[in-house]
């Protein structure tokens, strides 16, 4: 087992499952795809059972612990095999690993199986980097690019230091900074619906903070963020896009000449 941080990671498997989130099946299933790619590559042997479906997460931060319990309980038993769980979303990964164990904690038999579960429970930038130890060899132009984080995966997962260090085996990439990084996009799972008019002045003040780094595109870890900020660009007629990490990766590595 290998330190970093507070976390101890396991040697690179020849297996893992995939929890593909339900905003990457219905919206983004590129992303899916491409995180099935880069892991593949690696030499790693993908499952993906078919049965799975949301993490729990939006009726959870909206006060239904009934529905989010027997949700939770469907995605524990999915995954039978002793094998890392990815999660190519950091507010998914972290509402599985930080939150499943509290929600059985009235349970002692369920709590056990939880908190088993939850150190199995790894976000795709997070496993790329402390587990795969991947070496990303850059094959695109010279691009500048900004990253935008969920405020909960920074806060939970870390996935903001992840997904730079990986940026950061780019030479070709120039990750721009800017000062509304650690801030939501507005989106916060239910939150965008409840509070549509909030929601959208949150993503606006996001998407002028990406534009004023002349970034040619931004990469985010979270579906859910990447749709929102897309949207309200499109909503503006900018030509200005994101991409899921994932896709961004597998593609300025080469895709398929890509390196094993």
Request: proline share 4%; hydrophobic share 40%.
């Given at each position: 087992m290998e330190e970093a941080g507070l976390r101890h990671y396991p040697g690179k498997p020849s297996r893992v499952y995939l929890f593909g989130t339900c905003l990457i099946d219905l919206f983004c299933p590129d992303a899916g795809l491409d995180t099935v790619r880069l892991l593949e590559r690696e030499g790693i042997e993908v499952h993906f059972p078919a049965d799975q479906t949301c993490c729990g997460q939006p009726a959870h931060s909206s006060g239904f612990p009934e529905q989010t319990r027997a949700v939770a309980l469907a995605q524990l038993r999915l995954f039978p095999e002793p094998w890392?769980?990815?999660?190519?979303?950091?507010?998914?990964?972290?509402?599985?690993?930080?939150?499943?164990?509290?929600?059985?904690?009235?349970?002692?038999?369920?709590?056990?199986?939880?908190?088993?579960?939850?150190?199995r429970i790894f976000e795709l930038s997070e496993f790329l980097l402390h587990v795969v130890k991947i070496r990303l060899i850059d094959q695109g132009t010279p691009a500048r690019v900004a990253l935008h984080t969920s405020c909960a995966a920074r806060r939970e997962m870390s996935?903001?230091?992840?997904?730079?260090?990986?940026?950061?085996?780019?030479?070709?990439?120039?990750?721009?900074?800017?000062?509304?990084?650690s801030e939501c996009c507005g989106f916060g799972g239910t939150f965008s619906l409840k509070h549509p008019a909030i929601s959208s002045a949150m993503a606006c003040d996001k998407v002028?903070?990406?534009?004023?780094?002349?970034?040619?595109?931004?990469?985010?870890?979270?579906?859910?963020?990447?749709?929102?900020?897309?949207?309200?660009?499109?909503?503006?007629?900018?030509?200005?896009?994101?991409?899921?990490?994932?896709?961004?990766?597998?593609?300025?590595?080469?895709?398929?000449?890509?390196?094993?």
């Open positions: 890392p769980v990815i999660v190519p979303s950091g507010s998914c990964a972290g509402m599985m690993r930080h939150h499943y164990p509290k929600i059985f904690a009235d349970d002692a038999r369920l709590l056990s199986e939880a908190k088993a579960f939850a150190e996935t903001h230091l992840h997904a730079r260090a990986l940026l950061g085996q780019l030479p070709g990439v120039e990750v721009a900074l800017h000062g509304h990084e002028e903070a990406i534009k004023e780094t002349g970034a040619q595109t931004f990469v985010s870890a979270d579906c859910g963020c990447m749709l929102n900020l897309n949207h309200t660009l499109q909503k503006r007629g900018d030509d200005l896009q994101g991409q899921h990490l994932a896709t961004f990766l597998w593609q300025r590595s080469g895709g398929e000449r890509g390196q094993r």
